[in-house]
């Protein structure tokens, strides 16, 4: 009896050669692709035509994108991740949501191995190997990419060998997209010096005129944007990729360590994401204390860090999701946002749980809640340590 694989697919060259590959060495193939916001449902048709016509015993459809969201984007909000202040974790967070479905697949059909068409240069072999490794423990993980070492060449030529007929010619850009952005890499970005040209954008510029914009948002999450209400939060951020996207707001190129330990560059565009990460922040920043926001912005950088590296099951994450739920508990309220061609602004927010109420005083003016006289013996007691530190130093 055949052995069973479990092949997460693209439909790319790489996982058009896995299936052949697979096929050669007996084995019975199981596709499966998991949409995590890149695809329409026409390309999920052709995926599927395209698997069946390789040979597949069987090809799976996942909708992951809510999924995705629910267990992923949502923290990511909350926290305000930006990797290195810029990358909003556009490809590595949709990579584990996929290898989460992949691990449940194999389980689901309780094949022998997995397989995904990952190459040995980058971080997605990690995340995958990894997830691959605790879910479905003992089951064998195939890279064929990876330890055949072959070039693009000679998949082509294997494949023509196989009569396999596709569109092998190579994109000047590698495009992925996501729910949360679309990252673009190209010889501009193979080394530290380099801009991509305004053709290699997926969404190119078409609005001139300034725009503004208002956010509503309920304990963090995104629910309407200009009054229009949406059932659930992956409406709203597909709605307004549609209106900022076009400002060609969200643009850069991503500078970082990778998992395996060398420095990488990817240009990436993530209208949606950045207006929300800002537009979210600046709705924090009136609604939560000091502190909060303090240990926000630490627990953040750390959890924006581990997901990066793949670490998605670590149950340091429930923690740390845990407190991030909590401190949504008063973020609700509206941004304001002016787009306009390549930047956008934070204009204000209004919410009654805003900790700037004019009601407790005007910065800069007065204050309600306290006298000058109380500020007075305040700001000798809460520098009385510091005070005691350079007297006992002049002392010596």
Same mark, same amino acid.
């Not at 990358?87 to 397989?115: F, M």
């Not at 912005?297 to 407190?323: C, K, S, T």
């Given at each position: 009896?055949?052995?069973?694989?479990?092949?997460?697919?693209?439909? $790319?060259?790489?996982?058009?050669?896995?299936?052949?590959?697979?096929?050669?060495?007996?084995?019975?193939?199981?596709?499966?692709?998991?949409?995590?916001?890149?695809?329409?449902?026409?390309?999920?048709?052709?995926?599927?035509?395209?698997?069946?016509?390789?040979?597949?015993?069987?090809?799976?459809?996942?909708?992951?994108?809510? $999924?995705? @969201?629910?267990?992923?984007? &949502?923290?990511?909000?909350? $926290?305000?991740?930006?990797? !290195?202040?810029?990358?909003?974790?556009?490809?590595?967070?949709?990579?584990?949501?996929?290898?989460?479905?992949?691990?449940?697949?194999? &389980?689901?059909?309780?094949?022998?191995?997995? #397989?995904?068409?990952?190459?040995?240069?980058?971080?997605?072999?990690?995340?995958? %190997?990894?997830?691959?490794?605790?879910?479905?423990?003992?089951?064998?993980?195939?890279?064929?990419?990876?330890?055949?070492?072959?070039?693009?060449?000679?998949?082509?030529? @294997?494949?023509?060998?196989?009569?396999?007929?596709? !569109?092998?010619?190579?994109?000047?850009?590698?495009?992925? &997209?996501?729910?949360?952005?679309?990252?673009?890499?190209?010889?501009?970005?193979?080394?530290?010096?380099?801009?991509?040209?305004?053709?290699?954008?997926?969404?190119?510029?078409?609005?001139?005129?300034?725009?503004? =914009?208002?956010?509503?948002?309920? &304990?963090?999450?995104?629910? #309407?944007?200009?009054?229009?209400?949406?059932?659930?939060?992956? /409406?709203?951020?597909?709605?307004?990729?549609?209106?900022?996207?076009?400002?060609?707001?969200?643009?850069?190129?991503?500078?970082? %360590?990778?998992?395996?330990?060398?420095?990488?560059?990817?240009?990436?565009?993530?209208?949606?994401?950045? =207006?929300?990460?800002?537009?979210?922040?600046?709705?924090?920043?009136?609604?939560?204390?000091?502190?909060?926001?303090?240990?926000?912005?630490?627990?953040?950088?750390?959890?924006?860090?581990?997901?990066? /590296?793949?670490?998605?099951?670590?149950?340091?994450?429930?923690?740390?999701?845990?407190?991030?739920?909590?401190?949504?508990?008063? =973020?609700?309220?509206?941004?304001?946002?002016?787009?306009?061609? @390549?930047?956008?602004?934070?204009?204000?927010?209004?919410?009654? @749980?805003?900790?700037?109420?004019?009601?407790?005083?005007?910065?800069?003016?007065?204050?309600? $809640?306290?006298?000058?006289? %109380?500020?007075?013996?305040?700001?000798?007691?809460?520098?009385?340590? =510091?005070?005691?530190?350079?007297?006992?130093?002049?002392?010596?």
């Amino acid at each position: 009896m055949a052995k069973k694989v479990v092949l997460g697919f693209s439909g $790319g060259l790489d996982t058009t050669f896995c299936v052949k590959h697979f096929e050669e060495k007996g084995y019975e193939v199981h596709s499966i692709i998991v949409n995590t916001g890149g695809f329409n449902e026409d390309e999920l048709k052709k995926i599927e035509s395209h698997a069946y016509k390789l040979g597949v015993k069987t090809h799976t459809t996942v909708d992951a994108v809510k $999924g995705y @969201y629910d267990s992923i984007i &949502k923290y990511l909000i909350f $926290g305000n991740v930006l990797k !290195n202040n810029t990358y909003p974790l556009s490809v590595s967070a949709e990579r584990l949501s996929q290898a989460l479905h992949i691990a449940e697949h194999a &389980k689901k059909l309780n094949a022998d191995a997995v #397989a995904h068409g990952s190459t040995g240069a980058g971080n997605d072999q990690v995340r995958f %190997d990894m997830i691959f490794h605790i879910m479905i423990p003992g089951v064998e993980i195939i890279t064929p990419i990876r330890d055949l070492k072959l070039s693009r060449e000679e998949e082509i030529t @294997y494949l023509k060998s196989k009569g396999v007929d596709m !569109n092998f010619a190579k994109a000047v850009y590698s495009i992925n &997209k996501g729910l949360w952005g679309t990252s673009v890499g190209g010889k501009e970005t193979l080394n530290s010096k380099g801009i991509l040209p305004e053709e290699a954008w997926p969404t190119q510029v078409t609005k001139t005129e300034s725009e503004e =914009v208002k956010l509503s948002f309920v &304990k963090g999450e995104l629910t #309407a944007i200009n009054d229009k209400q949406f059932s659930h939060p992956t /409406e709203a951020i597909q709605y307004l990729q549609t209106i900022a996207g076009p400002f060609g707001i969200g643009r850069d190129i991503h500078v970082g %360590d990778t998992i395996i330990g060398i420095k990488g560059r990817v240009g990436f565009e993530a209208a949606a994401p950045m =207006v929300i990460l800002k537009a979210h922040h600046a709705l924090e920043k009136h609604v939560l204390t000091k502190w909060q926001l303090n240990w926000k912005d630490q627990l953040a950088l750390f959890y924006g860090n581990w997901l990066h /590296e793949g670490q998605i099951l670590d149950p340091v994450m429930r923690d740390i999701e845990a407190f991030f739920i909590s401190t949504q508990e008063q =973020v609700t309220g509206d941004t304001f946002v002016l787009l306009q061609p @390549y930047h956008f602004q934070i204009i204000g927010i209004e919410s009654k @749980y805003d900790l700037m109420s004019a009601k407790f005083g005007k910065y800069g003016e007065m204050h309600t $809640g306290f006298t000058g006289e %109380d500020v007075r013996g305040f700001s000798k007691i809460f520098g009385n340590q =510091v005070s005691i530190f350079h007297k006992v130093k002049e002392s010596e």
